[in-house]
């Protein structure tokens, strides 16, 4: 048995639990990052790759659902191509009833348009099973990402989940998210909603980085193998 591993483990745990982070003074930066401020997020402006539904409630036959092409513009029979990307979806609206006017299809379509799918995307990294990006949903929350994601490995760190966003000045915003207060006792304050661009981090938990720590650290370069034992004895043969 490797009797320094569980020493090893008591230190670390020992000197980690009188701090809330496991990044090293040194690299705490708290000064670049903006206060958190969860402010509502502005009014969506439309963007190359949203899938966009048309629907005219007196010309039904006019319907519409595609998507937004990549240099910003959105076609449609009748109407032609409309400059779309940064529009709202009232203002696109406004703008297919005026093209349809112009054309003599309709004096007044109301048209009325939605996003079936964004194109606006969030980040998920760290200890969940498929890290990458994920389409943001209205009203997408940080634990519905992660399950998007398929959910968390047995090595996240479930109370201190790192969420990252940007604030008006361009400056990152960090906040922590503990998902055992939200998932446990129902603490609304975590249950965050995210916005396009965002980026969670989810952390290994403290016993699975001294895990790793002692098997890169001690197993792999003292050499006593697993299951080895010996004794000391006070009292030494000589042959």
């Known amino acids: 048995m490797n009797i320094l591993r569980p020493a090893c483990v008591l230190g670390l745990l020992t000197l980690t639990a009188c701090t809330q982070t496991w990044v090293e003074p040194q690299f705490q930066q708290r ?22 539904s048309v629907v005219m409630p007196f010309n039904a036959e006019l319907n519409f659902r595609g998507s937004v092409a990549p240099d910003g ?4 029979p009748f109407a032609g191509t409309i400059p779309a990307a940064g529009l709202t979806v009232a203002q696109l609206g406004d703008a297919i009833n005026k093209a349809l006017a112009a054309n003599g299809m309709a004096k007044n379509a109301h048209a ?12 998920v990294a760290g200890q969940v099973a498929r890290p990458g990006e994920i389409a943001l949903h209205t009203g ?21 989940v790192v969420l990252i966003r940007r604030s008006p000045d361009g400056r990152p915003m960090l906040r922590t998210i503990d998902l055992d207060a939200l ?34 650290y001690i197993d792999k370069v ?18």
């Open 31 to 52: 000064a670049q990052f903006a206060a958190w401020s969860q402010t509502a997020p502005s009014v969506y402006r439309i963007e190359p790759g949203d899938d966009l």
């Open 73 to 76: 513009g959105l076609t449609m």
């Open 112 to 123: 009325s348009v939605s996003i079936v799918q964004s194109a606006a995307k969030v980040y």
């Open 140 to 160: 997408m929350s940080v634990l519905q990402a992660i399950a998007a994601a398929q959910g968390l490995l047995d090595t996240a760190r479930t109370n201190e």
């Open 183 to 216: 998932t446990h006792r129902g603490d609304p304050t975590q249950d965050v909603v995210l916005q396009a661009t965002d980026t969670i981090f989810v952390p290994k938990s403290s016993i699975a980085e001294v895990d790793q720590w002692v098997d890169q």
């Open 222 to 239: 003292i050499p006593f193998q697993r299951g080895f034992d010996y004794t000391i004895s006070n009292n030494p043969t000589t042959y």
